[in-house]
């Protein structure tokens, strides 16, 4: 099958993805966010607060979402063996993890990098250089998170999949990023900021990259993630009866 | 002539052997793999389909490798053993949406066909979620056929189906292969796999245990020797005069009672409870001891 995506594919990912309620489980990080910027807006004193907030708050409700979706629109379908249908037909993997890995991108476009883009523009104005910045920020780190969630549950089940997303957003992002030079350069939250920074130009933001770098660093990431997802589908071993 | 070629084919999961040098040919019609549960027929099915890497051997489907080769599936329908489809399409939009992703030039009307076949036009339009385990089964096989595969590889198909779809089952199976379509299917009941198949491959242990047609898989089960448990008021009495009958082969004087192997089923039976009243022995118990259809899987491995 020619194409690089495929609208078959993308159809069943995203009403599986939308599918047992959990729009409400993408939705409600959204709405704390929006909610949290509306508060501080009506409440907070001086105009520090927004990049910090959002700048960390948002953006980790952003890779969050990423785990929740990227982890859900292929490791799901391996787990409970639906994934065989898909599999079972002549679509190339390449094209199945790309269709995926598009959907998956929509929805944390959707379910974070908007609710974030609303949160700075109730701060900040709607055309503000922090809202734009951030939004864009959040569309790349959509991309770049989504790619390595994805490549994680191409390779792992479900159950540590989960555990190494939040083990890497919240260790390794969290935590050793900003405390141990270089680790940045492994970071997909440094990779947004730096795009983000780009065009908000805050120093409240911590980007500690420059944009050439995040870029690269982000477009090399998201690639090698996806070629090795496509790599792992392409030698998928089912589970089989032993004797 | 489209053929699926196993050669020396084996798997296994750490130290433990799923299927053990397996070598076969499967050409057109219906070919049955018959054994017991966890006796390597979904592993064998899963490496043929491409889900599975030999460990060691080499397979080929239609003249070519089915390990990493999706383009394979054009030719090549499946029916996985596992339940799980995708429970939020209805029938119709989980065959319709196969029939697009094998790029078929007229997924609607390819789908009607194939639902129509599987007798499941009355619940097309109901969700998958709904629908009975043996419905799954027969969407799940309106899938595996939208495409009008000439090799079709079917994992335990008549799970949960009632007695009549089964019936339809097997027709449509059997229908099939006798248009040369390459039919490939798995069960552990003897029953089902003599009714279709043409050709039985009778799987224990993962290995190739026995291999032809159901008349000579039977003629092998049957022929088997017996074992046999006897309780009597004097066991070696008993087994003193069995042991010269030409229907006994042997007899162990155990704690439990006599173990007697027979070659002869018909004739020891009716023989036994004469021989224990001429010689005056009490006759208790008579019993089988060898009965499971695994101890015939065994037997037929063994030999």
């Known amino acids: 099958m020619p194409g690089v995506v495929n609208g078959v594919v993308m159809r069943l990912t995203l009403r599986g993805a939308m599918g047992r309620r959990r729009a409400l489980l993408f939705a409600l990080p959204a709405v704390l966010l929006i909610g949290i910027s509306a508060l501080l807006k009506a409440t907070a004193h001086g105009s520090a607060w927004p990049p910090e907030v959002l700048g960390t708050v948002g953006y980790l409700i952003l890779a969050l979402t990423a785990l929740i979706v990227g982890g859900s629109v292929l490791g799901a379908e391996i787990d409970d063996g639906s994934i065989l249908h898909l599999l079972a037909t002549p679509v190339s993997r390449r094209t199945i993890v790309l269709s995926k890995c598009l959907v998956a991108v929509a929805l944390t476009v959707g379910f974070a990098a908007v609710p974030e883009y609303l949160g700075a523009a109730i701060a900040t104005g709607a055309a503000s250089k922090l809202a734009i910045g951030l939004l864009i920020g959040a569309l790349a780190g959509s991309v770049i998170y989504n790619a390595i969630f994805l490549m994680l549950t191409s390779v792992l089940s479900p159950g540590p999949a989960l555990a190494v997303g939040l083990l890497y957003i919240l260790l390794w992002e969290g935590l050793l990023a900003s405390l141990v030079p270089g680790v940045g350069l492994l970071s997909a939250e440094h990779y947004s900021l730096a795009i983000a920074n780009s065009v908000a130009h805050s120093s409240a933001l911590h980007a500690n990259l420059n944009l050439g770098t995040a870029t690269g660093m982000g477009i090399v990431v998201s690639a090698a993630c996806l070629a090795l997802a496509t790599i792992c589908l392409s030698g998928f071993n089912v589970k089989g009866d032993v004797a | ?303």
């Open chain 2, 1 to 303: 002539m489209t053929t699926i070629e196993l050669r020396s084919v084996s798997r296994w999961y750490g130290n433990v052997v799923a299927v053990n040098d397996i070598t076969m040919s499967i050409g057109p019609g219906v070919t049955g793999l018959l054994g017991p549960n966890g006796a390597g027929k979904t592993t064998i099915l899963h490496m043929i389909a491409g889900f599975l890497m030999p460990s060691r051997g080499e397979i080929t489907v239609a003249g070519r490798g089915s390990w990493r080769n999706p383009a394979m599936f054009r030719r090549v329908g499946v029916v996985p053993e596992r339940d799980s489809v995708y429970a939020f399409l209805t029938g119709t939009e989980f065959v319709t949406a196969t029939a697009k992703l094998h790029g078929l030039p007229d997924p609607a009307a390819a789908a009607e066909r194939a639902i129509g076949l599987l007798e499941m036009t009355e619940a097309q339009n109901r969700r998958i979620s709904t629908y009975s385990k043996g419905m799954r089964q027969r969407i799940k096989v309106a899938a595996a056929l939208v495409h009008d595969p000439e090799i079709v590889l079917l994992d335990e198909p008549f799970n949960g189906m009632d007695p009549r779809q089964r019936l339809h089952m097997m027709d449509l199976l059997q229908a099939q292969g006798e248009q040369g379509r390459v039919i490939v299917f798995s069960s552990h009941i003897l029953e089902e796999v003599e009714r279709v198949a043409g050709i039985i491959q009778v799987i224990v242990g993962g290995r190739l245990a026995a291999s032809g047609d159901f008349r000579a898989i039977r003629r092998l089960m049957t022929n088997r020797p017996h074992v046999f448990l006897v309780r009597s008021g004097d066991d070696r009495a008993l087994g003193a005069a069995l042991i010269g009958r030409p229907s006994v082969s042997a007899v162990e004087l155990t704690t439990h009672g006599l173990q007697v192997r027979s070659s002869d089923y018909g004739t020891f039976t009716r023989e036994i409870a004469g021989i224990s009243r001429d010689h005056g022995i009490r006759l208790t118990q008579v019993l089988p001891a060898d009965e499971s259809l695994e101890s015939v899987f065994t037997y037929l491995l063994a030999s």
